[in-house]
């Protein structure tokens, strides 16, 4: 069954240090996002990313992300100069279009020092 | 703009009780709904979806939801808890159009009781 991958799972980094994290969404869908579930509280929308840009983002997602799809494949959302409120799980998911449903990768937790 | 209200951050139930987990929605245009489980340390897995026809709609599980329109609201049920049914639930609205956002509620914990 074809799913969503994410990389790192894990991730520990200090203050102020750039931080990529990796996705690759299902090969025929066509909508990428990524969401972030701070520990114990709700996920939350970022960004969501449609035919090589940007579609629509929140609040949360200022100028210190940014996300791209290099290659067709990876989907990647990069954090510029991390801060201890950075500190979440950050899914990616995917979905083809006409069902609207997300599909989830497992999660990159990334902990922020 | 879309919102989603869960009722209860806690819910606890015997094992074999009835299940009920409480979601409010507010969107603009008819919206597409999900339930999602989450168990400890996982990601995201669908439980069950309502986008049009049958506002009964069944999922893994046991669990089924029911769309009320007049009501704002989709509430999930499973008629028998089990043990293996503890974990978080959210529930989600996406406007099912353009980029097909989707937005959660706060989630509920589900516990269940031997």
């Known amino acids: 069954e074809p799913e969503v991958t994410q990389t790192p799972s894990h991730q520990v980094t200090q203050m102020g240090q750039e931080v990529i994290l990796r996705c690759v969404p299902i090969?025929?869908?066509?909508?990428f996002y990524w969401y972030r579930q701070i520990l114990g509280q709700k996920v939350e929308f970022l960004v969501s990313?449609?035919?090589?840009?940007?579609?629509?983002k929140s609040e949360i997602f200022d100028d210190q992300f940014s996300v791209e799809r290099p290659d067709g494949s990876n989907f990647t959302l990069k954090i510029r100069s991390t801060k201890l409120e950075d500190s979440a799980m950050y899914f990616c998911?995917?979905?083809?279009?006409?069902?609207?449903?997300?599909?989830f990768g497992e999660g990159s937790r990334l902990t922020v020092l | 703009a879309q919102s989603v209200t869960q009722l209860g951050s806690h819910v606890s139930v015997s094992e074999g009780a009835l299940v009920l987990l409480r979601c409010n929605y507010s969107s603009s245009v008819p919206p597409y709904l999900f339930w999602y489980v989450q168990y400890p340390n996982q990601g995201l897995q669908l439980l069950l979806k309502?986008?049009?026809?049958?506002?009964l709609v069944k999922g893994i599980n046991g669990f089924e939801a029911e769309f009320k329109k007049s009501e704002t609201s989709f509430h999930l049920t499973k008629p028998s808890a089990h043990m293996s049914d503890a974990a978080e639930y959210f529930c989600?609205?996406?406007?099912?159009?353009?980029?097909?956002?989707?937005?959660f509620g706060a989630g509920t914990r589900l516990f269940v009781k031997a």
């Open positions: 998911a995917s979905i083809f279009g006409n069902t609207g449903e997300l599909f």
């Open positions: 309502y986008t049009t026809g049958a506002t």
């Open positions: 989600a609205v996406s406007e099912g159009t353009g980029g097909f956002k989707t937005i």
């Open positions: 990313f449609y035919n090589n840009e940007i579609s629509e």
């Open positions: 090969s025929n869908h066509l909508y």
